[in-house]
């Protein structure tokens, strides 16, 4: 029997879920249906609920519905946990639903595998203090940086971050603007970008070699990464690679196959160039 997947959300008419699973899917040829779900505002539960009763075998979640995933959810990973927002459901044989965040391992291997940009030693920018950025931070602390530094507009949120965090590795909060000192990598995890706005960083953060990677994506580089590249960025990364392999390990997580993402990414590339 075909299982049932799909990705929630609201807005979702954008998503790149289905055909990303979808070509998994083929590619390790597992047998399933992979659909798009536009859920309301205030109505997750009901909806998941009714999803899982009528044959649902797992879910991706999507904005803004991940911190709704997490409480529905009857158990979590670690991760899951330590984001307390998720993005993958998975129904169990007992029927209960496992509750997984499967974007900070696709950040990390996005960076560490497709892009070869190592982590351990160096340090780190993280731009936001979101669910976003706390959906990540685990799985970069686990890379063993020199140093992560959380930056926002209200530090108190930062900080806060830092906190939750500082068994991991050496976090540490600021504002935008008194980021201290020059990094390897500043990572954007704020929605700055989509609103073509930027954070206000001084200058100093770059140096020679470092690398910027926006989550955000889009036709061509994004607001972020163009500024950067201004200011002498060499390599200016975005999210499309991310995107993939968080579903990728999402995938993983419900069949125990992983896929290829490789040829998925470029798909998705070639595609994006005739937007």
Not at 96 to 106: E, F, H, K, P
Not at 152 to 176: H, I, P, W, Y
Request: charged share 20%; aromatic share 8%.
């Amino acid at each position: 029997m075909t299982d049932l997947y799909a990705v929630a959300g609201n807005p979702i008419g954008h998503s790149k879920s289905p055909l990303i699973h979808s070509t998994f899917a083929r590619q390790t040829q597992q047998d399933l249906l992979y659909k798009a779900l536009l859920m309301p505002l205030g109505e997750f539960a009901a909806k998941a609920e009714k999803f899982f009763q009528h044959g649902g075998s797992g879910l991706n979640v999507t904005v803004p519905f991940k911190e709704d995933a997490f409480r529905f959810a009857t158990t979590h990973t670690p991760r899951a946990l330590r984001a307390q927002a998720v993005n993958t459901l998975k129904k169990m044989p007992d029927g209960s639903i496992l509750a997984d965040n499967t974007d900070g391992v696709g950040l990390v291997r996005d960076l560490t595998l497709n892009h070869q940009v190592p982590l351990a030693g160096k340090r780190i920018l993280l731009l936001g203090a979101g669910g976003a950025v706390r959906g990540v931070l685990q799985p970069l602390l686990e890379q063993q940086p020199a140093e992560l530094v959380i930056a926002n507009r209200t530090v108190s949120k930062a900080e806060q971050l830092a906190r939750d965090f500082a068994d991991l590795g050496c976090v540490t909060a600021s504002s935008f603007a008194d980021v201290p000192g020059a990094f390897d990598l500043i990572i954007n995890g704020t929605s700055a970008s989509l609103g073509g706005e930027l954070p206000p960083l001084p200058l100093t953060v770059f140096k020679d070699g470092t690398v910027t990677y926006d989550m955000m994506y889009g036709a061509g580089r994004t607001v972020f990464n163009q500024w950067a590249h201004e200011q002498g960025v060499t390599i200016t990364l975005d999210g499309l690679g991310m995107l993939v392999e968080q579903a990728a390990e999402a995938f993983y997580c419900w069949r125990g196959v992983r896929p290829d993402t490789a040829t998925v990414i470029q798909r998705l590339r070639q595609e994006r160039r005739t937007y």
